[in-house]
């Protein structure tokens, strides 16, 4: 008999009678055995929670496994969350914490402990001290999000919860990152949160609450005569990285262009397909995003049913229409926490201040708080957005400073393997600005 044998029967078999046997029979063989002894103590603790006998069995075998002081941190996290369910918050952090204290590295028994302290105990300060020991961790940045939050510091919850969208509950950091945009009045910012956190809630943690909100919120901005994204273009923007890190094979169309195209497309094809052209061509032509179109993905039926010119058309204008919301919210749900320079900055792109916009970014740079790379960032967005609106010359100034930052950063770099990384930034640049690669 073995682990392997106990896992087969229960992770395989779903036979709990036989993992339990296996692995008692491993304990009474060798009863130090701790990795048998936290399996043991696991299951009895989870699935045997209903019979004190065998869960205090369990909470035994745990402590014993604890006790055996190897590096491994599922006794201590197990541990945490048994008597958490019990309503022994107390002695949980009581047994873990001398653990915890001799293993200075295992973030995530710390993250328990933080939990226990902070969010299940509320004592704050102890548990954000927990969590501290190592706050990168998504995990640990969720736990303390609950902990702001529940305090009413919102500003610092928002910044624990965007940090946490990779933790053990993703869905839940969206849905609290939800409701905090929801009490500043940034309903498509709430709306977004709350269709990306039903997507991801996979067990139906909070299904009923969020289609109630995502339902109430869309009428809501229905009846302002707000524009919002459809579901489907919402989660293609909560999912997309700020910066694509690719070189571009060539530059998308200007809006311009964009209207153009629509234009052309649209006596090739027939019915609700050729509404949808010229909506398009509406849009682009006033480079603005239209509230009658509100929730539709106008690309959609071009995409599935067009030629292959409509199908071109479809693609340029779903990533038009993501630059423009991104302006769109940027300028009607600015957010918070960003410092005074960068605020100034993103204000004046999202309302196509190019004079306040290269004054600001300047002053970004000028600031050295935010970093060289931030400054890169945000130069080749504002060079990006210039593009889309036909601004060549002035999106070429962009593209040039950007390019000088992101090269600034490259030459920092302290391996060879991180240089070349940081190359494609700098390259990426350089395809914009029609210029070779270095």
Excluded at 205 to 220: D, F, K, M, P
Excluded at 316 to 338: H, I, M, N, V
Aim: aromatic share 6%; glycine share 6%.
């Amino acid at each position: 008999m073995d682990l392997e044998e106990a896992d087969r029967a229960w992770f395989k078999e779903n036979d709990l009678p036989r993992a339990l046997s296996v692995l008692d029979a491993l304990i009474a063989k060798d009863p130090g055995n701790a990795n048998a002894l936290n399996f043991a103590g696991w299951l009895r603790t989870t699935q045997r929670a209903d019979d004190e006998t065998e869960f205090a069995r369990g909470v035994n075998d745990l402590k014993t496994a604890l006790s055996k002081s190897t590096d491994d941190h599922r006794p201590a996290v197990n541990l945490a969350e048994a008597l958490a369910a019990k309503g022994r918050a107390r002695e949980a952090a009581d047994a873990i914490r001398p653990w915890c204290e001799a293993h200075p590295h295992a973030r995530d028994a710390w993250n328990s402990l933080g939990w226990l302290l902070g969010v299940v105990l509320g004592d704050e300060h102890a548990g954000l001290a927990a969590l501290q020991r190592h706050p990168w961790h998504p995990d640990a940045r969720f736990n303390a999000g609950r902990i702001h939050l529940a305090a009413k510091r919102i500003d610092e919850a928002e910044d624990a919860f965007s940090a946490a969208l990779s933790s053990f509950r993703p869905h839940e950091a969206w849905l609290h990152l939800g409701e905090i945009h929801a009490t500043r009045g940034h309903l498509r910012r709430a709306l977004g949160a709350f269709r990306r956190a039903a997507e991801l809630d996979s067990r139906g943690e909070y299904t009923q609450a969020l289609q109630q909100a995502i339902t109430v919120i869309g009428n809501s901005l229905l009846q302002q005569q707000k524009y919002f994204l459809h579901a489907d273009d919402d989660a293609l923007l909560s999912q997309e990285a700020e910066r694509p890190r690719d070189v571009p094979s060539r530059l998308p169309p200007s809006l311009d262009q964009l209207a153009m195209h629509a234009r052309a497309v649209r006596p090739t094809v027939l019915g609700e397909l050729a509404t949808d052209c010229a909506a398009i061509e509406r849009c682009a032509q006033g480079a603005s995003l239209l509230p009658e179109h509100s929730d539709q993905a106008l690309w959609a039926r071009l995409a599935k049913h067009g030629p292959r010119p409509a199908v071109e058309l479809a693609r340029e204008w779903r990533s038009a229409q993501l630059a423009l919301y991104e302006e769109l919210l940027d300028r009607e749900e600015p957010g918070t926490r960003a410092g005074t320079e960068l605020r100034l900055l993103r204000s004046a792109i999202a309302h196509r201040d190019w004079d306040g916009a290269f004054s600001a970014l300047a002053a970004v740079d000028r600031a050295k708080e935010h970093g060289v790379e931030t400054v890169a960032g945000l130069a080749e967005l504002l060079g990006d957005r210039l593009q889309r609106l036909g601004r060549v010359e002035l999106a070429l100034r962009a593209w040039a400073l950007s390019e000088g930052a992101f090269s600034e950063f490259a030459s920092w770099a302290s391996a060879g393997g991180e240089g070349l990384a940081r190359m494609l930034d700098v390259n990426r640049l350089r395809a914009k600005q029609g210029l070779p690669s270095r």
